[in-house]
């Protein structure tokens, strides 16, 4: 995970004589980057997390320090330190106060101190946090696609407290939009949100984007923790995206050891693209039945081809007459075979059900025993996953963007 600021500011008093006033409960914010700010106007480009210093060169007196505070508390970043001197010769009351109250860390750093010193001391920290992050995420996306060269990155693993013998669940989520997917930028934009969220257990873990996923990888995660997990992380991603959206989160089966990994891997992302098909905020890989036949073809050649020969003939005859054969279809297997369902469904009379029906039998040269009924069912569902464009199946050989 990105650094904390408890983390960054560790010794910070021993060494620079920085001293936190305000906001302890807030140590445990992420820091994205530092910067140096006196113009008032400037926070409001910033993204959120950074640490921010100020002189106060720019103003007279200290009166101005509580607006500041309450612009940088608006603008969620993860701390601000007063650099007390001869612009600034105390933290207003106020100031602290509000910090305090809002959760927002307040230190004060004496004017001898260089802030080029501080500043470049944080940010070879949050840049070597950052290189051990990719490091371990590298490790990890090895693990997903060449699981046979496991020997190269199993150290890097081990060194950060991810053993072989451990049990591992895995979370895929992503964020869908009414006229779109969603994409990586979105899930940068809540990343250290989203670290918070996941940041409270024990026992190590590593998040990371995949394409346009969010990827989370867990040590001895309990069904209940991780269905908890997922839910909180969809509310709170929904909350802090400017447009309407929904989050859709897949859980993994445990994986047993590095090998398991790999699997895992592949259940969290088959449970997520079922999710975004059932607009779902949560799907886990246990519970989607057939679809767990389906995902594990790997081929949506072999799916399509599967579609056409089980349900072509229906398919074909209502694109040509606008008909509604196959949907009919569906839905009497769905509804356990009644005619009165399907007639209350569609609205017509149970002898028009009928009708259409043995119209389908004869299309279908079948007469619906059980097994027919497996095979046409199991076509719908493939053909449900074919229709739907972020629930692609995708094939074990096809090439993944690791970034």
Same mark, same amino acid.
């Given at each position: 995970m990105a650094i904390t600021l408890a983390k960054l500011c560790a010794n910070t008093e021993r060494t620079y004589g920085m001293k936190l006033l305000a906001g302890k409960t807030g140590l445990d914010n992420f820091v994205r980057w530092v910067h140096?700010?006196? @113009?008032? /106007?400037?926070? @409001?480009?910033?993204?959120?997390?950074? +640490? !921010?210093?100020?002189?106060?060169? =720019?103003?007279?007196?200290? =009166?101005? +320090?509580? @607006? $500041? %505070?309450?612009? +940088?508390? @608006?603008?969620? #970043? %993860?701390?601000? !330190? !007063?650099?007390?001197?001869?612009?600034? =010769?105390? #933290?207003?009351?106020? !100031?602290? /106060?509000?910090?305090?109250?809002? %959760? +927002?860390?307040? $230190?004060? #750093?004496?004017w001898a101190v260089r802030l080029i010193d501080i500043t470049y001391d944080f940010c070879h920290r949050i840049i070597s946090s950052e290189e051990s992050e990719t490091s371990l995420a590298g490790a990890f996306r090895n693990l997903f696609f060449t699981p046979g060269e496991r020997d190269a990155y199993a150290p890097v693993l081990e060194r950060r407290g991810f053993h072989d013998v451990s049990g591992y669940t895995l979370l895929c989520a992503s964020i869908s939009h009414p006229d779109r997917a969603g994409t990586a930028d979105e899930w940068r934009s809540v990343r250290f949100l989203v670290q918070k969220i996941c940041s409270g257990s024990q026992y190590p873990s590593c998040i990371f984007i995949q394409e346009n996923m969010l990827v989370i990888v867990r040590q001895h995660f309990p069904v209940q923790e991780a269905q908890r997990l997922a839910e909180t992380l969809s509310s709170a991603v929904m909350e802090n995206i400017s447009q309407p959206a929904g989050v859709h989160v897949g859980i993994s089966d445990v994986g047993l050891g590095f090998d398991g990994i790999h699997t895992a891997w592949h259940q969290a992302l088959s449970a997520m693209r079922l999710a975004v098909m059932k607009k779902a905020a949560v799907m886990h890989y246990h519970d989607i039945g057939v679809y767990k036949l389906l995902f594990g073809v790997g081929s949506s050649k072999i799916l399509s081809d599967y579609v056409e020969t089980t349900l072509g003939k229906l398919l074909d005859h209502d694109a040509k007459n606008n008909g509604d054969y196959a949907e009919l279809l569906r839905c009497y297997f769905e509804n356990d075979c009644s005619v009165k369902e399907v007639a209350d469904i569609f609205g017509v009379h149970r002898n028009t059900v009928n009708y259409k029906l043995k119209q389908i039998r004869e299309m279908l040269g079948s007469e619906f025993s059980d097994e027919d009924k497996m095979n046409l069912l199991l076509a719908f569902r493939a053909q449900e996953l074919l229709n739907t464009e972020n629930t692609k199946v995708i094939m074990e050989d096809e090439p993944y963007e690791c970034n």
């Open positions: 140096i700010v006196e @113009d008032s /106007e400037v926070p @409001d480009f910033m993204h959120g997390n950074e +640490l !921010v210093f100020t002189t106060g060169i =720019s103003h007279k007196g200290n =009166s101005w +320090l509580m @607006d $500041f %505070a309450q612009h +940088l508390y @608006d603008r969620r #970043v %993860a701390g601000f !330190v !007063v650099n007390i001197g001869p612009y600034i =010769s105390s #933290v207003p009351r106020e !100031v602290t /106060e509000f910090c305090e109250k809002n %959760a +927002l860390p307040l $230190f004060v #750093v004496p």
